[in-house]
């Protein structure tokens, strides 16, 4: 789907879509439309329950006055209340709306939308853009046989607005954030067998070319750093495990600011080992990478926009299967940290590849903060629903920009408590600790607790993604299917408290 900006509607249009707000108030672009059509915005308005809502669209075909094949009333809700992710939601609706009824070419004219709000026109139509792109993601390289009248439509989009120029420009940075969110989504959506530790480190080398300095440890150099608990983990299958290290080294020169470094789980199939789970919804075990997928997503981002800063980029990339070699449970494990690990439940597996890839970061590169992704635990889904992620941390100014960035970018997050009780939960009888707690009581927070332990000092937070990596529903930016939520909202992060002001 090709994107642009106009001052003007372009002549091949097949829709053109006016915004309306609650109680049917059109925006200057519509009455201007309206008049063109003798009135029959206001005529259709009336004789339907369109009521100028949020994600309400009414249709008039064939209207006279105008070159187009029909107008499109998009609602948009109160008018007091216009923002970036209000214009984001609009652009998501309506490529979903467009799609469905069968449109090719379509224009969205912006023009007075804005007017006494506190939103640029030029930033609204930006994000409008902004939110087409970001819903118009599909996974569908491997559909070989698939009806017309389910694929998508939708190959070109006008953004009508009076500074086109600006808003193009506007857009220009938001289109980079969308790349690496399509590559996330493009990991997490390909099948185990395609997406491995190698391959998927494969497929993090290629950031190379936008000028990330990649580098990939495999099995003999983990061990020699004694890497025992997430080596641990991918012992029982084929595929060697792997750690990726990616470097993105942005800052102005001169800089003497320690990097902010990202940490994720990459289990790229999770059975659960001998502790093997349930064989119904298995297959959902493919996104047990998420993590890591949104941290290769994350720098891909960094590199393209040119963010100013120097971030790292650590995935540790493990397969978990069951098989004569694989990790028993009550094997015990020592960590590169040296501490040791009595494993009690094998599917407690990717807070054993976070240990060691949390420490290998934080003594490797000394980072100013350092935050961590996982698809971590069921128990999180159980307590907060597929609305927001779960956020664990170890310093208060961390947490608050983390949560203030995810208001920014549409994904929230609620922290959850840490404390000395849950951590003597995690006390074993034979090593300095177990990978699980009691039973099935406050498991997110004691799987936090674990991670805690491998990162010192080092002001630290961890997101456990499990109930957002994956949506089996659309939402208005965001298909079914891998979400690539935390892209957007560590980008934020980065963006509004770690980057050099350009000069």
């Not at 940075?173 to 185990?192: C, K, N, Y």
């Not at 907060?384 to 929230?412: C, M, Q, R």
């Amino acid at each position: 789907m090709k994107i642009s900006f106009s001052t003007k509607t372009p002549a091949a249009t097949e829709a053109l879509v006016v915004v309306a707000f609650e109680k049917r108030r059109l925006s200057r672009g519509a009455v201007e439309i309206d008049a063109k059509t003798k009135g029959a915005l206001k005529q259709a308005m009336a004789a339907d329950r369109f009521t100028g809502a949020e994600n309400e669209f009414l249709d008039v075909l064939a209207p006279a006055g105008v070159k187009t094949r029909r107008v499109v009333v998009a609602g948009l809700g109160k008018a007091d209340s216009l923002d970036a992710l209000a214009a984001q939601k609009l652009g998501g609706n309506l490529v979903a709306h467009l799609n469905r009824v069968g449109v090719k070419r379509a224009a969205v004219d912006v023009d007075g939308v804005t007017d006494g709000a506190d939103i640029a026109a030029t930033d609204f139509a930006a994000n409008v853009a902004y939110g087409m792109r970001l819903r118009g993601y599909r996974f569908g390289k491997y559909r070989t046989k698939e009806k017309p009248k389910d694929k998508p439509t939708l190959d070109k989009l006008t953004v009508v607005v009076r500074r086109a120029r600006t808003a193009s420009a506007a857009f220009g940075e938001l289109d980079r954030i969308a790349d690496g969110v399509f590559f996330t989504r493009d990991l997490v959506s390909e099948p185990a067998n395609v997406i491995y530790p190698e391959s998927l480190a494969r497929r993090a080398r290629t950031l190379s070319k936008l000028g990330v300095k990649v580098e990939v440890l495999d099995v003999a150099r983990m061990r020699k750093l004694g890497m025992g608990a997430l080596l641990g983990v991918g012992q029982g299958s084929a595929r060697g495990s792997r750690m990726v290290v990616m470097r993105w080294n942005g800052a102005p020169k001169g800089s003497k600011a320690p990097p902010v470094a990202f940490v994720g789980k990459g289990v790229t199939f999770d059975t659960g080992g001998i502790s093997i789970k349930p064989a119904g919804g298995m297959e959902d075990m493919k996104w047990d990478m998420a993590g890591a997928g949104v941290v290769i997503g994350l720098m891909k981002v960094l590199a393209g926009r040119g963010a100013r800063l120097d971030a790292v980029g650590v995935v540790g990339l493990v397969e978990n299967m069951p098989s004569a070699t694989a990790q028993r449970p009550g094997d015990v494990v020592t960590s590169m940290s040296g501490q040791t690990i009595e494993v009690i439940n094998t599917d407690a597996e990717g807070r054993l590849v976070l240990a060691d890839a949390l420490w290998y970061c934080r003594s490797r590169f000394k980072p100013r903060v350092m935050v961590n992704l996982a698809t971590l635990t069921g128990a999180i889904i159980v307590a907060l629903g597929s609305y927001h992620a779960g956020l664990f941390s170890n310093d208060d100014d961390v947490a608050g920009k983390l949560i203030a960035a995810g208001e920014a970018t549409g994904e929230p997050l609620w922290r959850m408590p840490l404390g000395e009780r849950y951590d003597k939960d995690i006390n074993s009888d034979i090593a300095d600790m177990k990978n699980v707690g009691k039973g099935r009581e406050a498991g997110s927070i004691t799987a936090a607790q674990f991670l805690q332990r491998f990162v010192d000092e080092t002001p630290w937070a961890h997101l456990d993604i499990a109930a957002v990596a994956w949506s089996k529903t659309a939402a208005a930016t965001v298909p079914k299917g891998g979400t690539g939520f935390g892209v957007r909202l560590l980008d934020r992060f980065v963006a509004d408290n770690y980057e050099a002001k350009k000069p």
